[in-house]
């Protein structure tokens, strides 16, 4: 293996992976949320000449779509790993550290990471099956065909299991944020004593941000419709 790779495949090199492709998917998550408030605070059209665009890119579409996937993997690989090796160095599992006192940071977040973490990657294929790859309605936006998923959304939502669905998967993505956040920093060695309350709370802020934002609109939609 050459010297950059069995650095980058350390544990500290695999910590750094996680931490830097884990925030590169919460810059993804905060553009994601921006766009799907049109669903909630646009006209239908809006939604839908903006979902136009971003599927008129082509090459850039596709090149930025292997970007995501690139650094997904590389997420999930880098987690995987770390976490069996944690597993490895303390055989007794997670079964003794219900509580580790003030100065430590372990919460039901940082516990769960790897559950939470399986949860929404799994929710990540249905999610993309359901919008992405789902029925193609069809709509005229100023005398140009294209996709309705205003149409898609609405109707997928409509239905209360899909909502409830959300809600708790959205619950479980607001976890795993609120101690990766914090923790990204941490692995990336970005984690100077003086910045550990602000980062803390940045990473309050962060999770219950994308959480409520995204539970926000099946919701809101359920509830319109
Ligand atoms: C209420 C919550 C959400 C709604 C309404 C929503 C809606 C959508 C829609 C309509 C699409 C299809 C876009 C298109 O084909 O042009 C999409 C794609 C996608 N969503 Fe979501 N989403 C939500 C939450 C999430 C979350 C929490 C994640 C990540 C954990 C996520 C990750 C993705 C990804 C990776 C794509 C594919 C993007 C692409 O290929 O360009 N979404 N979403």
């Known amino acids: 293996?050459?010297?950059?790779?069995?650095?980058?495949?350390?544990?500290?090199?695999?910590?750094?992976?996680?931490?830097?492709?884990?925030?590169?998917?919460?810059?993804?998550?905060?553009?994601?949320?921006?766009?799907?408030?049109?669903?909630?605070?646009?006209?239908?059209?809006?939604?839908?000449?903006?979902?136009?665009?971003?599927?008129?890119?082509?090459?850039?579409?596709?090149?930025?779509?292997?970007?995501?996937?690139?650094?997904?993997?590389?997420?999930?690989?880098?987690?995987?790993?770390?976490?069996?090796?944690?597993?490895?160095?303390?055989?007794?599992?997670?079964?003794?550290?219900?509580?580790?006192?003030?100065?430590?940071?372990?919460?039901?977040s940082s516990m769960t990471m790897i559950y939470t973490g399986i949860v929404l990657f799994i929710f990540l294929i249905l999610h993309l099956n359901t919008f992405k790859y789902g029925p193609h309605y069809s709509t005229v936006v100023d005398g140009v065909e294209m996709r309705d998923l205003h149409k898609l959304v609405y109707e997928v939502f409509a239905q209360p299991g899909y909502t409830v669905g959300y809600v708790v998967i959205m619950t479980l993505l607001g976890f795993h944020l609120r101690h990766g956040f914090w923790s990204a920093f941490q692995s990336l060695g970005l984690n100077h004593p003086n910045y550990h309350k602000t980062l803390n709370t940045l990473g309050i802020f962060v999770a219950l941000l994308l959480a409520f934002g995204f539970i926000g609109i099946p919701i809101w939609i359920y509830l319109s419709s």
Not at 27 to 49: C, D, K, Q, S, Y
């Open 1 to 108: 293996m050459s010297p950059f790779l069995s650095s980058l495949w350390s544990s500290v090199g695999k910590k750094a992976m996680m931490g830097l492709t884990g925030l590169l998917m919460i810059g993804f998550l905060v553009e994601h949320l921006i766009g799907n408030m049109l669903l909630v605070f646009a006209e239908p059209a809006t939604f839908n000449r903006y979902a136009h665009v971003l599927t008129s890119m082509g090459g850039v579409l596709i090149v930025a779509e292997w970007i995501l996937i690139i650094i997904l993997a590389a997420h999930v690989v880098s987690a995987i790993s770390v976490s069996l090796g944690k597993m490895r160095a303390r055989p007794e599992g997670y079964k003794k550290k219900a509580s580790a006192g003030p100065p430590s940071r372990k919460s039901v």
